[in-house]
């Protein structure tokens, strides 16, 4: 069975910084391209940032380039999100998925349940 399990959201005050972790498990994680989307109320899903199954090609979403930084642990299964410098515009639900196209952040054959982000003015 396939398991994507967010954890690390929160709520902080603009200019902080929070760490998102998505651990996987029931699926190859080192042979899979791995990123994060996100989702507002009201608002339609956005790929934030992604990640190739190897580590050696990420992406960014405009809005996160410069403040957000992907990464990934292979040996743990384990995806990352440093997001530094966050905005309002930054609030809410973060999602893992695995099996992306980095290109535009389509496919995504498994997901994670989310953890929110909130950010407050």
């Known amino acids: 069975q396939v398991q994507l399990v967010e954890s690390g959201g929160g709520l902080v005050q603009a200019g902080g910084s929070l760490r998102l972790s998505c651990t996987a498990s029931g699926l190859t994680f080192g042979d899979l391209n791995m990123g994060w989307l996100r989702q507002a109320p009201g608002k339609e899903r956005e790929g934030v940032s992604c990640i190739s199954w190897n580590g050696v090609s990420t992406y960014y979403a405009d809005s996160a380039k410069g403040r957000f930084t992907i990464s990934r642990d292979n040996a743990k299964s384990t995806l990352y999100l440093q997001m530094n410098s966050l905005k309002p515009e930054d609030t809410a639900m973060y999602y893992c998925?695995?099996?992306?196209?980095?290109?535009?952040?389509?496919?995504?054959?498994?997901w994670g349940q989310g953890t929110q982000v909130t950010v407050s003015s």
């Open positions: 998925a695995a099996a992306l196209n980095c290109r535009d952040y389509k496919g995504g054959a498994y």
